[in-house]
C-alpha cells in the first residue's frame, strides 16, 4: 500500500519542478556599446543587453534602424557573449585607449557583473581582445532580423 502513496509523491516532486533557467545570467548583467560621432560619416548608435537577453537599441545617425529597437536574444547567444566578456577579463582592460589621432570615432564599452561595473574608452589603439568583445556586439546590432520597435515583439 505503500508503494502508489510513494509513486504518487515522487510524480507530484517532479511535476512541481519548474526547468532550470536557460540564462546564465541575471537581468542586473549588463553589457553596453555606445558609438559616438566623427566629422564624417560614422553610425552613432548606443545598445545594451542584459543577462536575460533583453537587448536595446538606439540608433541615432549613420545607421539603417533609427530610433529606438528592441529584442530578446536567445539563451545561448546572450550566454556566449556573457561568456566571452568573462573570458577575456574585462576587467584587466585599461580604462581608456587613445593617441593623438583626429576624426576618430569613440567607442565606450560597459560590462556590469555582480558588484564589478567597468566602463573602457577605446578611441585608438585597443587590444584585439577588446576589439573582438566590441565585434560580438556589433555583429548584434547589423543582424538586421528579431528586431521590432515595439517592446515584447
Same mark, same amino acid.
Given at each position: 500500500m505503500k508503494l502508489p502513496y510513494s509513486l504518487f509523491a515522487l510524480v507530484l516532486l517532479v511535476a512541481s519542478c519548474e526547468p532550470p533557467d536557460p540564462y546564465l545570467y541575471d537581468a542586473t548583467a549588463t553589457i553596453e556599446l555606445k558609438k559616438d560621432p566623427c566629422f564624417g560619416f560614422c553610425p552613432v548608435y548606443s545598445i545594451k $543587453?542584459?543577462?536575460k537577453g533583453n537587448a536595446t537599441y538606439d540608433g541615432q545617425k549613420n545607421v539603417e534602424k533609427v530610433g529606438t529597437w528592441y529584442q530578446t536574444l536567445s539563451p545561448e547567444e546572450t =550566454?556566449? %557573449?556573457f561568456d566571452a566578456f568573462e573570458n577575456a577579463d574585462f576587467w584587466q582592460f585599461e =580604462? @581608456? &585607449?587613445t593617441a593623438q589621432v583626429t576624426d %576618430?570615432?569613440?567607442t565606450w564599452v560597459t560590462f556590469i557583473l555582480d558588484e564589478k561595473n567597468k566602463t573602457i574608452k577605446? &578611441?585608438?589603439g585597443a587590444?584585439?581582445?577588446l576589439k573582438k568583445l566590441e565585434l560580438m556586439v @556589433?555583429? $548584434?546590432v547589423e543582424n538586421e532580423e528579431n528586431w521590432s520597435q515595439d517592446v515584447g515583439e
Amino acid at each position: 500500500m505503500k508503494l502508489p502513496y510513494s509513486l504518487f509523491a515522487l510524480v507530484l516532486l517532479v511535476a512541481s519542478c519548474e526547468p532550470p533557467d536557460p540564462y546564465l545570467y541575471d537581468a542586473t548583467a549588463t553589457i553596453e556599446l555606445k558609438k559616438d560621432p566623427c566629422f564624417g560619416f560614422c553610425p552613432v548608435y548606443s545598445i545594451k $543587453i542584459d543577462g536575460k537577453g533583453n537587448a536595446t537599441y538606439d540608433g541615432q545617425k549613420n545607421v539603417e534602424k533609427v530610433g529606438t529597437w528592441y529584442q530578446t536574444l536567445s539563451p545561448e547567444e546572450t =550566454n556566449d %557573449l556573457f561568456d566571452a566578456f568573462e573570458n577575456a577579463d574585462f576587467w584587466q582592460f585599461e =580604462n @581608456e &585607449y587613445t593617441a593623438q589621432v583626429t576624426d %576618430l570615432p569613440t567607442t565606450w564599452v560597459t560590462f556590469i557583473l555582480d558588484e564589478k561595473n567597468k566602463t573602457i574608452k577605446d &578611441y585608438y589603439g585597443a587590444p584585439e581582445g577588446l576589439k573582438k568583445l566590441e565585434l560580438m556586439v @556589433e555583429a $548584434i546590432v547589423e543582424n538586421e532580423e528579431n528586431w521590432s520597435q515595439d517592446v515584447g515583439e
